[in-house]
């Protein structure tokens, strides 16, 4: 099946700084990647997501590359806020497998004021 | 509002009990999923169903049984036979298969 790897496992940037989280998939048939934010004590949030035919996409202060060649993805938050602090996940949703949707590992993301 | 609902927020279970965790979903989505999530990993898919009297073993299923009879219910029960039962489990809902998933804020097991 598909395997999802996802880093830095922690992340503390200051207040306006940029933050950027990388994952890489193995299966070169996975065509869809959400990104997920998930606050203590709740259930991961859809935030963007990217599919294989678009290399980037943008809301906001957030954005997503993929890498269809290198397997790998990348979520960027400029202007990073106190209440960007929470922990995000990458996912791969895999056609191989029935869409199942594989997820990274998560990353923590402080923002230090 | 539309969303999903997970209930208790907090359960705790004693050695040989089964538990059942309660999911329910007012978006009128078809598929609904169960994942587990344990310190420093990923979501780990239990089960999911597409559709009403159907549901299909993820990767996580020993020790876990479901049932669908609703399209907005979709209970998980927590066997004596799961030997790890502490985590956080959370419910998910999608339009379909392919659509992204909408999450529940998820009840945490512990064991007495």
């Known amino acids: 099946g598909e395997n999802v790897e996802q880093h830095p496992s922690t992340l503390s940037v200051q207040e306006g700084d940029s933050a950027v989280i990388k994952c890489t998939y193995s299966?070169?048939?996975?065509?869809?990647f959400p990104w997920y934010k998930q606050e203590l004590g709740k259930g991961p949030q859809l935030i963007i997501d990217?599919?294989?035919?678009?290399g980037e996409k943008k809301d906001q202060r957030i954005a997503v590359t993929l890498n269809k060649t290198a397997k790998h993805f990348s979520l960027h938050i400029t202007e990073t806020q106190p209440e960007d602090s929470a922990v995000y996940f990458c996912?791969?949703?895999?056609?191989?497998?029935?869409?199942?949707?594989?997820f990274g590992t998560g990353t923590s993301l402080t923002v230090i004021p | 509002d539309g969303g999903i609902t997970q209930s208790p927020k907090y359960l705790f279970r004693k050695e040989g009990q089964n538990v059942t965790l309660s999911c329910e979903q007012n978006?009128?989505?078809?598929?609904m999923y169960w994942y587990r999530q344990d310190p420093g990993q990923g979501l780990r898919l239990i089960y999911y169903?597409?559709?009403?009297?159907?549901?299909q073993k993820g990767d996580i299923a020993e020790g876990y049984s479901v049932s669908r009879e609703k399209k907005e219910s979709f209970p998980l029960t927590v066997t004596s036979a799961q030997k790890n039962p502490t985590a956080f489990y959370l419910c998910?809902?999608?339009?379909?298969?392919?659509?992204?998933?909408?999450f529940g804020d998820g009840t945490r097991l512990s064991i007495l």
């Open positions: 998910a809902s999608s339009i379909d298969r392919i659509e992204p998933q909408h």
């Open positions: 169903s597409q559709i009403v009297n159907d549901f």
């Open positions: 990217i599919r294989s035919n678009v």
């Open positions: 996912a791969a949703r895999a056609t191989n497998t029935g869409n199942q949707f594989y």
């Open positions: 978006l009128n989505h078809d598929a």
């Open positions: 299966d070169s048939a996975s065509n869809y």
